[in-house]
Each structure stands twice: as structure tokens, then as C-alpha cells.
């Protein structure tokens, strides 16, 4: 592990560094709950929660759609060097912890998590801290998992409920390049399908460390009405290494008829989910070498959440001659309840800072998309036309709570927000060696905000005159919104030649934004300095992002699959919904670029080795003016000696975002018999601040994989996780906390530190660790037909 961590790191200093200044974008705060200040001082920072229009259809075009065969789905034509395609045996054969790792066999991606495994993961790509899902679209079986004005962030895309030996495939592209990939896609998409058929029923019973256990069942249904149908149920339970047990009680449920193929066929699914939790969130470093906590340790017992999810979707597809027909539908209703606590007594020294979300939504949606193939002077054309259109039906908002007891709404909405997309997209076979597709679409976006905050739940303040003032923006920051963007997009691939292909690949993206922010009229966190309403900024609905790739492909060598991708991103903002202040930060604009290599070697058919590194080099460009100010104000004479100016200088480093990922894999054995695998991943060091002054370590993990397979399709499996027992951080934050046994808590109360340094707090690395060493065993076998 330490060659391979030295090898990473020394890939890492080959990134150049560049920043470039520009004007700076407002921040605009929709819903934080601090006490009144200034408005020029920065509120006391929460941790940016470190921050995907066709689904399936995108996967599948439908004059080329995967189609089952002996081995498995066939991959749609790849556009770009980036593009990859994995079969579901493949996404299994690697081991993973948790459902949403088995996706980190996409070259780049890091999935994480530091509040539990009920919350939506922690997703890192392309130099990309992507929260919770903002600017990577999700898709299972046509159906978007990323949710637009969530209440705890923009795109928050929860892929819990994923039952990994249900996947047929996983496409996944990169880069806003394909024109059917809209909202949250300038960082890449990644659709994933189920199966449509199972040939034979089975089961798998796992436990292991930490009170881990998980039973799966999947019973096929054979000539059920003129198709086929299976059923598959799941429960999981765990605890984790934490002081206070996680509790994780999960179930999960599929059942799905379909009759024909993808591209010439039709299926219904339902899927239904349900997950509670507790959450040892991330704790700040100086609690654990003060022996305060221990490592496993937490500073709120009474965090945690619940989540639901229920869903109904269908798939009609249908080939005749040179036109192709695909039209996907779907229903989802879905629930969020978390509460948390990361800065500990910073805002209610009294009280504590926990607070409470809640995200109630009905989504209804279709996509349709038309395919015709044809001649222009001889030459073979292929078009395709979609249409997207999406509506969700929320009820959100952010309370201050105790122990799980809510007291004060500082928001409370419903919201409607609809939108349309229209896609084309055209591809020419100029010549053999020379192909182009060229194309573009439009999207449009309405949102409608209604406040239901009521006076008595408004956030209540101590006004300059030291009588009580409520907080009651609701009835001013109601209203409409609407936006339209046009992206085009455009690619071209060369070759192949001696089995090796060349790409170019332009195009630009876009990313909505939290609709509350984009209607907002006043603050929600802070009172002037006459104990008036702070006016702000509105934000824009819909942010765009220009990028462009060049790479390779190349299959020269027998049994090796290898490419090489140069990139470029440059979003307009980086608009990401911090949803544990309940504030839209509409930062400034960002520019990425990096390279990526990919290996997948098959050298005999019981043997295949997997490599891939992304090195990314990710800055702001102008200049963070609201920071300065802040900056100076801990610069004065009486904040200065405290020291909270270290880390809050502004800077250009864009915060959380990896420079270099990389993950090697080595899988071994055949269909029976002895089997084996091996999973290392690495993740480097990050900047946790503007300025640079706090960084992330670098994390490296080994999983490991040995088991045995007998003909009559029983099975024996070990998971060994984390086996050189790294000691590192799944996740870290920077930012400011305040702990009771801090010397400034004690200065705050009593008046005696200056309020600019006490809306700060101690700045400090937040971590949650790795988890120690933990092994799992699996007994599987068959059940019968129905």
C-alpha cells in the first residue's frame, strides 16, 4: 500500500496550479439561523456539506440499445474517451461495503459517507466535491434520483435502496456532452439498469462485524401474464464501530414484469424503501487528541434520520426497420427527515446546534425519444429527438431542534417546480474512419414558492433595544420563478485504426439551482444593524458549464481496453445548496481540467486486472470579495490575538476537491470453483478552506475477496474491509465549531470575545474515521421458480 500511496502522490505534484480573477457572486442565504450581526460578517460557517435529461433512454438509444446476450448487455456506441460501460457481473466482482461503492467501478468516482448509511452518499469526481449529488445525475431504470430543491441539498441523490445483483449494466459518462444529459450532469451521468429477466431464483444471507447482517431474496416468475415477472426483497441491519450504534434498520423491495427487449419491449416496475437510523457524525480533531471523545466517539447521541422511498415506472420500446421508439414513465413519493449537529454550541451555546430537515415530494415524470436512420447523399445518418418533462411536488424545511425536538421553522415551504426538456441530436458516418454527432437541447424550468412559515415558528431574536424580535421573513420570500438554457453540443470520433480510436467533444451544461433562493427577497439568518430585514441578492434558476475533452481508445494489445481523456470544465457558478444552514451559496465561477486513464486487462479468461488514475487540478477564478471583508474583520486589533483569521483568508482553492483519485482492482477465478478479488482505492489530500490553510489526509483502503462456487449455483463468500487497517478519514471538513471545554466558549458567553470571532469559532479539521478492519460472510444458493 505505501508504493502504491508514494506512486499516487507523485502523480499528484504533476498538477499545475492556476488561478484567474473575476468579479465575485453573491452569497444568498435562504434559511441559516444565527444570531443577529452585522450584515457584512460572516455568519458562522457550517460545514459545506461535501456538494445525475434522459435516463435510461440516454443509456439504451433505440437504435442501438444494449441487448442481452450470452455474456451479457453489449455497450450503445461510446462518443468520448471518458464514456465507459460495465455489465452488472462486472460491478459485482469487486467487494464494497455499502450499495452505492459498487459505482466507484466508474474510473474517478469516490463515493463516501460521514453521517450514517441512510444519507444520501458523499460523491467526488473530476475534481468535483459533489455533496450529496450536484452536478452527477443519477438514474435507476429511467427514473432520476436526484432531487431539485431538496431540503438538505441541490441534487441530493440518495442510491441506498440499490440492490447491486439486480444491475444488467452501468453506463457512465462524463463531461455535459451528450445531448441528452440535462440538469446536474456537467460532472458526469450514470445510468444504471435493472435486470429485465432473472433465469433463476437465489438467495444470500451475509453477517459479519459491527452486528452487520443482510438477507436477499429474488424469486423469478416465469409466463407471467405473456411475460415474465421476479420479485426481490432485502433487510439489512447495522450497527458500525461507533460509541453510540448506528441502528441502521433497512428494507427494500422490487417487483418487476416485462415482456420482449429493452429496445423492443415493454416492463412496470415497483420499487419500495424504507431506512432509520442514529449518525456519528464527523467530530473536530482537537476533541480526539484532547482525549475528550474517542475516535468512535459523538458529540450529539440523538442524531440521525429516516428516509422512504416508493416508486412506480414503465418502459415501452418498440424497433421497425430504421425507426425506434422509447417512452419511460414514472411516479416516485419520497421522505427525508435528518437531523444534525457539526458546529456543536457555536449558534445555541445554550441549546446546542442540532437542527432538523424534512423533505416530503411527489415526482411525476416521462421521457420519449424517436430515432431514424437514413441516407444524406449516400451517406448513413442517424437522428435522434426527445422530449423530458418533470414535475415535484415538495414540502421542505429547516427547524432548530433539541434531542429531536424541533422549536423554531426558519423555513417552512411548499413548492412546485416543473420542467421540459427537448433534445436532438444527429450522427453522420462521413467515412469510415470519421464520424460526428452534433446536436443540442432546451430546457426550461418554472418554480413556484410558497412560504407556511407562522410568526410563533419564526426564529426569535433579541433586538438592539433588548426586547424580543421575530424573525418572520416567510410572507416576503414567496413567489415565481422561471428560466430557459440552450446547450449545444458536439463530438467527433476518428478511427479506428490498428484497433485504437481518437474523440473531440465539446459541449455545455447546465445546473438548476434551490428554487427558494431564486425567489428570495430577505435573509433568514440575520437582522440589520436597526433591526430591520437584510434585503439579498436573488440567484439565477439555472447556472451553465462549457467543457471540452480530447482522448483516446485503444484495444492494440490483445485483452487490454485502454483510455486516455484530457479535459477542461468551466461552470459559471459553483451554486451548491448548503442544506445544514439552509443557505444557497451562489459562489464564483470555477474552472477543472485534468486527465484521466482507464485500464481494464483480461489476459486469460480466469484473470482481470482493472487500473485507472484522475489527476485535476480545480480553482475558483475572481475573487471571494465577502470573505475579505470577513477576512478583515478577524484581522482587527481585538479579534486578531484568538487567531480565527487562520483559514478564513480568501483563496482560489476550491474546497474538498481532489487532485488526484486512483483504484486498482484484480479479480480471479471462473464461473465455479475457487474465486478471489482484491480493491484498492486511493484518494488524495484536499484543501478544506478557500486559502488552502487546512487540508484533508490522503486516504488509501485494501478490500480483499475470497470464496468458492459450486455448479449447482451454491456459494460461500469472505469480505475482508480496510485489511492494513488505515487509520485516515472516510471525509473531512474545515471549518469553525465551538466545543463547552473550548477557552472561547467560556470568552463568548461572557461577552468578553469579539462577536466576529465568536460567529466563527475555533476553526478546526472535522473528521469521520475509516472504519477499523471488518469481514463478512455470505451463504448463497438457489430458489425455484415460480
Excluded at 20 to 46: E, W
Aim: contains cysteine; proline residues 6%.
Amino acid at each position: 500500500m505505501s508504493r502504491l500511496s508514494l506512486f499516487a502522490s507523485a502523480l499528484a505534484l504533476s498538477a499545475a496550479t492556476a488561478a484567474h480573477a473575476q468579479q465575485a457572486l453573491p452569497t444568498i442565504n435562504i434559511g441559516a439561523h444565527r444570531p443577529a450581526r452585522p450584515t457584512h460578517v460572516a455568519a458562522p460557517a457550517r460545514p459545506q456539506q461535501p456538494r445525475a435529461t434522459s435516463p435510461v433512454a440516454a443509456v439504451s438509444r433505440p437504435v442501438a440499445a444494449p441487448a442481452p446476450v450470452s455474456d451479457g448487455p453489449k455497450p450503445p456506441p461510446l462518443t468520448a474517451a471518458s464514456e465507459s460501460f460495465f455489465t452488472g457481473k462486472q460491478v459485482n466482482s469487486l467487494p464494497f461495503t455499502r450499495p452505492a461503492e459498487a459505482l466507484e467501478i466508474v474510473p474517478g468516482l469516490v463515493v463516501s459517507q460521514h453521517s450514517g448509511d441512510g444519507k444520501a452518499n458523499q460523491y467526488f469526481l473530476r475534481g468535483f466535491n459533489l455533496d450529496h449529488g450536484t452536478d452527477m445525475a443519477l438514474y435507476l431504470d429511467g427514473v432520476p434520483l436526484n432531487m431539485r430543491t431538496n431540503g438538505h441539498a441541490q441534487g441530493y441523490a440518495d442510491s441506498n435502496f440499490l440492490i447491486p445483483e439486480l444491475l444488467a449494466y452501468v453506463l457512465a459518462r462524463k463531461g455535459p456532452y451528450d445531448a441528452q444529459d440535462g440538469d446536474f450532469s456537467s460532472a458526469g451521468s450514470i445510468y444504471l439498469q435493472y435486470k429485465d429477466k432473472i433465469d433463476k431464483g437465489f438467495f444470500a444471507l451475509t453477517g459479519g462485524s459491527f452486528a452487520y447482517g443482510r438477507a436477499l431474496a429474488v424469486a423469478p416468475y416465469k409466463d407471467f401474464a405473456g411475460g415474465s415477472a421476479y420479485g426481490a426483497v432485502e433487510a439489512q441491519y447495522y450497527n458500525g464501530p461507533w460509541e453510540r450504534g448506528d441502528n441502521l434498520r433497512r428494507i427494500n423491495s422490487v417487483l418487476r414484469w416485462s415482456r420482449g427487449t429493452e429496445a423492443d419491449g415493454a416492463s412496470v416496475t415497483f420499487m419500495g424503501y424504507a431506512n432509520k437510523w442514529y449518525s456519528t457524525d464527523q467530530i473536530p480533531e482537537r476533541a480526539v487528541y484532547s482525549g475528550l471523545k474517542s475516535l468512535w466517539g459523538t458529540l450529539d447521541a440523538t442524531d440521525g434520520g429516516a428516509t422512504s422511498r416508493f416508486s412506480l415506472s414503465a418502459r415501452w420500446s418498440e424497433t421497425s426497420g430504421d425507426h425506434s421508439t422509447r417512452v419511460e414513465a414514472y411516479a416516485v413519493r419520497s421522505t427525508l427527515e435528518l437531523l444534525n449537529n457539526f458546529t456543536y454550541f457555536l449558534a445555541h451555546p445554550d441549546l446546542g446546534d442540532q437542527f432538523r430537515q424534512f423533505d416530503y415530494r411527489t415526482m411525476i415524470g416521462a421521457n420519449a425519444q424517436h430515432g431514424i436512420r437514413w441516407d444524406s447523399f449516400g451517406l448513413p445518418v442517424e437522428t435522434l429527438i426527445g422530449l423530458q418533462t418533470r414535475y415535484d411536488d415538495i414540502r421542505l424545511g429547516l427547524q432548530d431542534s433539541i434531542r429531536r425536538q424541533p422549536y423554531d421553522a426558519i423555513r417552512n415551504d411548499a413548492v412546485g417546480e416543473g420542467s421540459v426538456g427537448l433534445w436532438t441530436d444527429t450522427t453522420v458516418r462521413w467515412a469510415p474512419w470519421l464520424k460526428t454527432v452534433a446536436g443540442g437541447r432546451f430546457d426550461y424550468y418554472a418554480a413556484s414558492v410558497n412560504s407556511i412559515q407562522t410568526l410563533w415558528d419564526a426564529p426569535k431574536f433579541t433586538a438592539s433595544t433588548g426586547l424580543a424580535a421575530f424573525l418572520w421573513t416567510g410572507p416576503f420570500n414567496s413567489g415565481t420563478r422561471d428560466a430557459a438554457i440552450f446547450s449545444p453540443k458536439a463530438s467527433i470520433i476518428l478511427g479506428p485504426w490498428e484497433k485504437t480510436e481518437f474523440f473531440a467533444n465539446y459541449g455545455e451544461g447546465m445546473h438548476s439551482t434551490d428554487a427558494r433562493g431564486a425567489v428570495q427577497r430577505f435573509s433568514t439568518s440575520e437582522l440589520s444593524e436597526s433591526d430591520g430585514f437584510v434585503p439579498v441578492a436573488r440567484i439565477p434558476l439555472l447556472v451553465k458549464s462549457r467543457g471540452a475533452e480530447l482522448g483516446l481508445r485503444t484495444k492494440y494489445i490483445e485483452g487490454l481496453d485502454s483510455s486516455v481523456a484530457f479535459f477542461w470544465l468551466n461552470l459559471d457558478s459553483e451554486n451548491q445548496f448548503v442544506g445544514d444552514e439552509g443557505t444557497t451559496t451562489f459562489g464564483r465561477p470555477s474552472r477543472r481540467y485534468g486527465v484521466e486513464i482507464a485500464n481494464h486487462y483480461k489476459p486469460a479468461s480466469w484473470i482481470t486486472f482493472d487500473g485507472d488514475v484522475s489527476l485535476v487540478q480545480a480553482r475558483f477564478r475572481g475573487v471571494d470579495q465577502q470573505q475579505a471583508l470577513a477576512w478583515i474583520d478577524l484581522l482587527s486589533p481585538e479579534a486578531f490575538p484568538y487567531g480565527t483569521y487562520l483559514g478564513n483568508a480568501p483563496g482560489n482553492y476550491l474546497i474538498n476537491s481532489p487532485s488526484i483519485v486512483a483504484m486498482g482492482g484484480l479479480e480471479l477465478g471462473e464461473a465455479t470453483g475457487w474465486f478471489g478479488a482484491l480493491k484498492y482505492r486511493y484518494f488524495g489530500r484536499r484543501p478544506l478552506t478557500e486559502d488552502g490553510y487546512l487540508t484533508s489526509p490522503a486516504t488509501g483502503t485494501f478490500n480483499a475477496r475470497l470464496g468458492y462456487r459450486w455448479e449447482d449455483g451454491w456459494k460461500l463468500q469472505l469480505d475482508a474491509f480496510n485489511i492494513f487497517n488505515s487509520r485516515s478519514d472516510q471525509i473531512t471538513y474545515g471549518y469553525g465549531s465551538l466545543l463547552p471545554s473550548d477557552a472561547l466558549y467560556a470568552q463568548c458567553l461572557a461577552g468578553v470575545a469579539p462577536g466576529s470571532v465568536c460567529g466563527v469559532g475555533v476553526m478546526d479539521r472535522h473528521f469521520k474515521p475509516v472504519e477499523p478492519p471488518a469481514v463478512r460472510v455470505t451463504l448463497g444458493g438457489p430458489l425455484p421458480a415460480f
